[in-house]
């Protein structure tokens, strides 16, 4: 969870309450303890896929792509945590205007520390709608967001993807929020959605305190 009492956290959040004033809660919201520890599972998990996937034998760094990425916490993390492939790039794509600015102040210390100690991952802030993206050649596809999107938007996408794109997706039962409109009941719910879309499938539950997040990885058919 984010530090409260760091010097540089308190500056950052200064400098969004100065710019975006309607953010800070959503910011602190993406920064919370379930968010660092629902990101820390998929990299975890993500890390130990037993299954190929494009790109895995060839010595070269890897471009991902977060769909839905909020204001890209998930990003930073694999930077860090990410263990598969070295990483080229990561595109963080969200509809939300105010995504990419927000995320460029909060990031901004932690860019500057990447840099100055040799992590050069470039994180790249995308404002795109996912009904817009034409294709998506990446070797690794990541929604942690599915609660939010609708489910033929999801299909959709994945239609998009090349065979063998390792994707990993995400969703809950948490239907109390209003903005989660496509909510699953069980882990097997949410895998059944995918049967025809994805195979090698690893199939994940985490417990949190007032619900339960899903997730799947696997790759394209």
């Known amino acids: 969870m984010v530090n409260m009492f760091d010097r540089d956290t308190l500056n950052t959040i200064k400098r969004l309450l100065d710019n975006y004033p309607d953010r800070i809660v959503d910011v602190l919201n993406s920064l919370s303890k379930n968010q660092y520890v629902s990101k820390d599972w998929l990299i975890e998990k993500l890390n130990d896929y037993p299954h190929h996937f494009k790109y895995k034998s060839l010595d070269k760094k890897i471009n991902i792509c977060l769909l839905a990425s909020w204001y890209g916490l998930l990003a930073y993390r694999m930077v860090d945590k990410f263990k598969l492939k070295q990483i080229a790039n990561i595109?963080?794509?969200?509809?939300?205007?105010?995504?990419?600015s927000v995320a460029k102040k909060l990031w901004k210390k932690i860019?500057?520390?990447?840099?100055?100690?040799?992590?050069?991952?470039?994180?790249?802030?995308?404002?795109?709608?996912?009904?817009?993206?034409?294709?998506?050649?990446?070797?690794?596809?990541?929604?942690?967001?599915?609660?939010?999107?609708?489910?033929?938007?999801?299909?959709?996408?994945?239609?998009?993807?090349?065979?063998?794109t390792l994707v990993?997706?995400?969703?809950?039962?948490?239907?109390?929020?209003?903005?989660?409109?496509?909510?699953?009941?069980?882990?097997?719910?949410?895998?059944?959605?995918?049967?025809?879309?994805?195979?090698?499938?690893?199939?994940?539950?985490?417990?949190?305190?007032?619900?339960?997040?899903?997730?799947?990885?696997?790759?394209?058919?």
């Open 91 to 100: 595109d963080c794509i969200d509809f939300d205007p105010k995504s990419k």
């Open 111 to 164: 860019d500057a520390d990447n840099l100055e100690n040799g992590k050069l991952t470039y994180i790249k802030f995308i404002e795109q709608d996912i009904n817009d993206i034409k294709e998506l050649n990446y070797p690794l596809v990541i929604c942690t967001s599915c609660e939010h999107l609708e489910q033929k938007l999801i299909d959709n996408t994945i239609d998009k993807l090349e065979q063998h």
């Open 168 to 221: 990993v997706l995400q969703s809950n039962n948490y239907k109390e929020v209003n903005e989660h409109i496509n909510c699953v009941d069980t882990k097997e719910n949410f895998a059944n959605q995918y049967v025809s879309k994805l195979r090698n499938m690893k199939i994940y539950e985490k417990d949190f305190i007032k619900y339960k997040r899903f997730m799947i990885i696997g790759t394209k058919i």
